[in-house]
């Protein structure tokens, strides 16, 4: 009997082992074809990636956070879908630089008194660990919006910033909205009120009390080494003229500071190698070896649009990819390491004014960034994480052909347009905002895909709104493994100190470091086949396989 017993055991394992092969069996019999299926093809090679994978348990010398505000899930399917388009194929398959990251969770947004989120409590959160009200930056749940007397030195939160500098990191934030808008404000402003960005902005009893953003990231945050973005307006003086814009712009602060002047007085004082510029030539002149502390400030408010830029044959302002790439080259002198934060701030702006086009654009140009990030720093000791802050209510609806232009109306794969009450409708629009097509409009013969075309609304709002649902991190390098499942927003904070040794979780620092696991592995494997595995990976990467 015993005997028998081990037979029909090992003949049941046996059919549970050959029985996927049996079903390839069949299905080569049925269909020669099917086999060479590229859709079967395709999961048959992410399935032996991931049946392979090893979790990267090396320390994050160096963390780079990319932050695309608004950047909801369909906004990231869209994009997708666009950047396909745009490179001549039809665009569901395309996928973007962190589509091919290894760690995917979804992030729940809300903050500790909205169900739908704004970019300051959320900034908060996933930088300094804490939930915090709608409006507010680097402050807890008792910090009231707009309430100066709320603010007291207990109810402060420091963020990941703060937490890798005490450590020896060099730090850097590069934005394409202003530079003390919410997402970079909460890695280093305190403060009950968003909208404070400069001393002539701070309103009622908070005047004199509260000190503004661009101040507070001057006098207490001069040692960030690289700051790159909008917002020269919130440094300069009321009788300061734009240095690129000349008297019809003029800078908003009524205290008669120049901040770019303090900044420089300041940093000077750390390092001799430090830069102020305003423009694209002042910029690409920055030799990134040499300067230890640059800030530069490309507009009066936020940057432009990445549609626009690309379409002026001399931009006066870098790309988000080229920020990225200075900063990073700038901030990897240290031996100790780096954190670096970078915002496609303008995804959201567009998003705001329905202009679809320009949001997907500008997703468009963070995944850019995001591959010149990867490209330019190694798997096995830098964190790269890609996330949103909060959604939008933005959709894409209908059943439209595969291919179809995403920024057109609903057709199937012969052309012909999908019709309600008689009229034709497009594949993305908005649950509200400010749009001329609002409800269901004739939009035949209009250019869908003409650069200032709004989507079509169901409610109409002077300001689109922001969407409450769950939004993707993704996470690629040492213990990426971390990010997975359903998480609160303020857990990122955590899971990249804890990668990266700062802040609280230290305590599994010092003896595993990213040398000591590459020394581990050249033992188990040999150094010829640690190398092997390396250069594979990254092949895999570029060639578009993913991780």
């Given at each position: 009997m015993r005997r028998i017993g081990n037979v029909v055991t090992w003949l049941s394992i046996a059919i549970i082992t050959l029985a996927p092969y049996q079903c390839l069996s069949a299905s080569?019999?049925?269909?020669?074809?099917?086999?060479?299926?590229?859709?079967?093809?395709?999961?048959?090679?992410?399935?032996?990636?991931?049946?392979?994978?090893?979790?990267?348990?090396?320390?994050?010398?160096?963390?780079?956070?990319?932050?695309?505000?608004?950047?909801?899930?369909?906004?990231?399917?869209?994009?997708?879908?666009?950047?396909?388009?745009?490179?001549?194929?039809?665009?569901?398959?395309?996928?973007?630089?962190?589509?091919?990251?290894?760690?995917?969770?979804?992030?729940?947004?809300?903050?500790?008194?909205?169900?739908?989120?704004?970019?300051a409590g959320t900034g908060t959160a996933y930088l300094c660990g804490v939930?915090?009200?709608?409006?507010?930056?680097?402050?807890?749940?008792?910090?009231?919006?707009?309430?100066?007397?709320?603010?007291?030195?207990?109810?402060?939160?420091?963020?990941?910033i703060r937490w890798s500098i005490a450590e020896g990191k060099r730090t850097g934030i590069v934005t394409t909205s202003s530079i003390t808008d919410a997402t970079p404000g909460a890695g280093y402003a305190h403060t009950p009120e968003r909208k404070w960005q400069a001393d002539s902005q701070?309103?009622?009893?908070?005047?004199?009390?509260?000190?503004?953003?661009?101040?507070?990231?001057?006098?207490?945050?001069?040692?960030?080494?690289v700051l790159l973005g909008g917002g020269r307006q919130n440094f300069l003086?009321?009788?300061?003229?734009?240095?690129?814009?000349?008297?019809?712009?003029?800078?908003?602060?009524?205290?008669?500071?120049?901040?770019?002047?303090?900044?420089?007085?300041?940093?000077?004082?750390l390092s001799p190698s430090s830069a102020y510029v305003w423009n694209k030539m002042q910029f690409d002149q920055i030799n990134a070896d040499s300067t230890d502390y640059l800030l530069g400030l490309f507009e009066p408010n936020t940057m432009k649009y990445s549609l626009a830029r690309n379409k002026d044959p001399n931009p006066d302002e870098p790309s988000?990819?080229?920020?990225?790439?200075?900063?990073?080259?700038?901030?990897?002198?240290?031996?100790?390491?780096?954190?670096?934060?970078?915002?496609?701030?303008?995804?959201?702006?567009?998003?705001?004014?329905?202009?679809?086009?320009?949001?997907?654009?500008?997703?468009?140009?963070?995944?850019?960034?995001?591959?010149?990030?990867?490209?330019?720093?190694?798997?096995?000791?830098?964190?790269?994480?890609?996330?949103?802050?909060?959604?939008?209510?933005?959709?894409?609806?209908?059943?439209?052909?595969?291919?179809?232009?995403?920024?057109?109306?609903?057709?199937?794969?012969?052309?012909?347009?999908?019709?309600?009450?008689?009229?034709?409708?497009?594949?993305?629009?908005?649950?509200?905002?400010?749009?001329?097509?609002?409800?269901?409009?004739?939009?035949?013969?209009?250019d869908l895909e003409a650069d200032d075309f709004t989507q079509p609304v169901a409610i109409p709002m002077p300001s689109e709104t922001h969407g409450g649902e769950d939004v993707g991190v993704y996470a690629l390098g040492p213990m990426s493994h971390l990010f997975g499942g359903v998480v609160e927003q303020q857990y990122i904070a955590h899971a990249m100190a804890y990668a990266s040794c700062v802040g609280v979780n230290k305590q599994h620092c010092s003896s595993r470091t990213g040398a000591a696991v590459a020394m581990s592995a050249a033992r188990v494997w040999g150094p010829e086949r640690t190398a092997l595995l390396a250069a594979i990976a990254m092949k895999t990467y570029l060639r578009g396989g993913g991780f």
């Open positions: 080569i019999r049925g269909d020669p074809e099917s086999w060479k299926s590229k859709w079967f093809e395709d999961a048959q090679n992410t399935l032996k990636l991931r049946v392979s994978a090893v979790d990267n348990k090396n320390v994050a010398k160096n963390v780079i956070l990319f932050l695309g505000d608004g950047m909801g899930i369909s906004t990231v399917t869209a994009g997708r879908i666009y950047l396909g388009q745009r490179s001549g194929s039809t665009g569901e398959e395309t996928l973007l630089s962190f589509d091919k990251f290894p760690h995917v969770a979804l992030v729940k947004t809300y903050n500790v008194d909205r169900q739908v989120p704004d970019s939930k915090a009200n709608l409006g507010t930056l680097g402050v807890d749940q008792n910090v009231r919006r707009k309430i100066c007397g709320d603010m007291t030195e207990g109810r402060k939160v420091q963020s990941i701070v309103s009622g009893e908070a005047k004199g009390r509260c000190q503004d953003i661009a101040k507070q990231l001057v006098v207490n945050n001069s040692d960030i080494n003086p009321t009788d300061v003229n734009d240095p690129e814009y000349g008297s019809g712009f003029m800078g908003i602060r009524t205290d008669g500071v120049d901040l770019t002047q303090l900044w420089l007085e300041k940093t000077r004082k988000l990819a080229e920020m990225t790439e200075k900063a990073i080259r700038i901030l990897r002198r240290e031996p100790k390491g780096y954190f670096l934060l970078i915002e496609a701030g303008r995804i959201d702006h567009a998003h705001h004014a329905t202009l679809a086009k320009n949001a997907l654009e500008d997703l468009v140009a963070l995944n850019e960034a995001v591959d010149r990030a990867v490209r330019l720093t190694d798997r096995n000791d830098t964190l790269i994480v890609v996330t949103a802050d909060h959604s939008h209510v933005f959709t894409i609806s209908g059943y439209p052909a595969r291919g179809n232009p995403i920024l057109g109306l609903v057709a199937d794969s012969e052309g012909k347009l999908d019709e309600y009450n008689g009229l034709p409708y497009a594949t993305l629009s908005y649950a509200n905002g400010p749009s001329k097509n609002v409800g269901q409009t004739n939009l035949r013969g209009v």
